[in-house]
């Protein structure tokens, strides 16, 4: 990800209606995985900025892993939990089973190797540990906002669903969220194309007040829904995963 777009993330992450509404419906998918006791162990692989940290930290004992040093020294600088040099699939400086809930929230695609990620993934879980993963739908969806941020590919539920089984996975749900703004953002998606305007920049840059809100309350509309089950399309995928063995 360029410099600057790292640092707009970083001033916007708590208040973009993207960022705010995504770590709601989280917040409650994790409430609903039955994690086991008080003090489960959860870390987020590819933490950025650290936006997730607070919302991940009430949720267990909390590490986080970040490749670029600007964005782990922004996360660290939080001071929410111990933030890790590390990539995917190597290096990983956590030992193999240590871990109830690993987070892979939109990480997935920036890894050039996705199919050797999710192997070493999924040797971080314990055993009935689980993976709560989200990437960008429908390659068709592709747009400089893809570019600027470094992304390799976007994802089907179906496509994501036989990587992680190949890289010895259980799915134990996949399907769509960011359902309700879907029809407004592919068609700005498409009119992009055929203008030669596909997005970038302006897709994390803070709307108005009155919209950001707006549209926080839309994309926030689908937390008790996705919170039990995927929806059937979307501008994400969502999984939740675990180990086969």
């Given at each position: 990800?360029?410099?600057?777009?790292?640092?707009?993330?970083?001033?916007?992450?708590?208040?973009?209606?993207?960022?705010?509404?995504?770590?709601?419906?989280?917040?409650?998918?994790?409430?609903?995985?039955?994690?086991?006791?008080?003090?489960?162990?959860?870390?987020?692989?590819?933490?950025?900025?650290?936006?997730?940290?607070?919302?991940?930290?009430?949720?267990?004992?909390?590490?986080?892993?970040?490749?670029?040093?600007?964005?782990?020294?922004?996360?660290?600088?939080?001071?929410?939990?111990?933030?890790?040099?590390?990539?995917?699939?190597?290096?990983?400086?956590?030992?193999?089973?240590?871990?109830?809930?690993?987070?892979?929230?939109?990480?997935?695609?920036?890894?050039?190797?996705?199919?050797?990620?999710?192997?070493?993934?999924?040797?971080?879980?314990?055993?009935?540990?689980?993976?709560?993963?989200?990437?960008?739908?429908?390659?068709?969806?592709?747009?400089?906002?893809?570019?600027?941020?470094?992304?390799?590919?976007?994802?089907?539920?179906?496509?994501?669903?036989?990587?992680?089984?190949?890289?010895?996975?259980?799915?134990?749900?996949?399907?769509?969220?960011?359902?309700?703004?879907?029809?407004?953002?592919?068609?700005?998606?498409?009119?992009?194309?055929?203008?030669?305007?596909?997005?970038?920049?302006?897709?994390?840059?803070?709307?108005?007040?009155?919209?950001?809100?707006?549209?926080?309350?839309?994309?926030?509309?689908?937390?008790?829904?996705?919170?039990?089950?995927?929806?059937?399309?979307?501008?994400?995928?969502?999984a939740v995963m675990g180990r086969s063995s």
């Amino acid at each position: 990800m360029r410099p600057e777009l790292l640092a707009q993330m970083a001033a916007v992450q708590q208040t973009h209606w993207w960022f705010a509404a995504r770590r709601d419906i989280l917040s409650s998918v994790i409430d609903g995985l039955d994690l086991p006791g008080a003090q489960p162990r959860v870390l987020e692989i590819g933490c950025g900025p650290g936006g997730n940290l607070a919302m991940l930290a009430r949720h267990g004992s909390l590490s986080a892993m970040e490749y670029s040093p600007e964005a782990r020294a922004a996360a660290a600088s939080l001071g929410l939990c111990p933030v890790e040099a590390g990539g995917l699939p190597e290096p990983v400086p956590f030992a193999d089973g240590s871990f109830d809930l690993v987070c892979l929230l939109d990480v997935l695609e920036h890894v050039e190797h996705d199919d050797a990620a999710l192997v070493r993934v999924a040797r971080l879980l314990k055993p009935g540990g689980r993976l709560l993963l989200t990437v960008p739908a429908y390659q068709w969806l592709w747009s400089d906002h893809d570019v600027d941020h470094h992304h390799h590919r976007r994802y089907t539920a179906s496509r994501l669903r036989s990587k992680a089984t190949k890289a010895g996975l259980v799915v134990h749900r996949a399907g769509y969220f960011n359902t309700v703004l879907f029809p407004l953002i592919a068609l700005a998606r498409l009119v992009g194309k055929l203008t030669g305007r596909t997005g970038g920049d302006a897709d994390t840059a803070l709307p108005a007040p009155w919209l950001n809100a707006t549209l926080r309350t839309l994309f926030g509309a689908e937390r008790p829904l996705v919170a039990r089950m995927g929806l059937p399309f979307g501008t994400s995928v969502i999984a939740v995963m675990g180990r086969s063995s």
